[in-house]
């Protein structure tokens, strides 16, 4: 990849820190996780759905970069296609 091009792709650069930070909550969490019993359950449960709903961000960014790339490359293949 070329690097000093990321600034002129935001779309590109969004995507790469959107991923970063889903990595490093992840890591954030499977560190953090309480594991003191049944006194901190609550906080257990609030961070697992908090976790829940990032990686279900993280699969639906994803997929919205599958359709995105899968569309522009049906595009390029169809016959009169400018670029």
């Given at each position: 990849m070329n690097l000093p091009a990321l600034p002129r792709h935001p779309?590109?650069?969004g995507f790469l820190m959107f991923n970063l930070v889903v990595a490093i909550l992840v890591v954030a969490w499977l560190v953090g996780t309480p594991k003191d019993g049944l006194?901190?359950?609550p906080n257990f449960a609030l961070a697992n759905?908090?976790?829940l709903f990032v990686l279900l961000a993280w699969a639906i960014a994803w997929l919205a970069w599958g359709v995105l790339v899968f569309r522009r490359w049906r595009a390029r293949q169809r016959p009169g296609a400018g670029t």
């Open positions: 779309r590109r650069l006194a901190d359950l759905a908090f976790m």
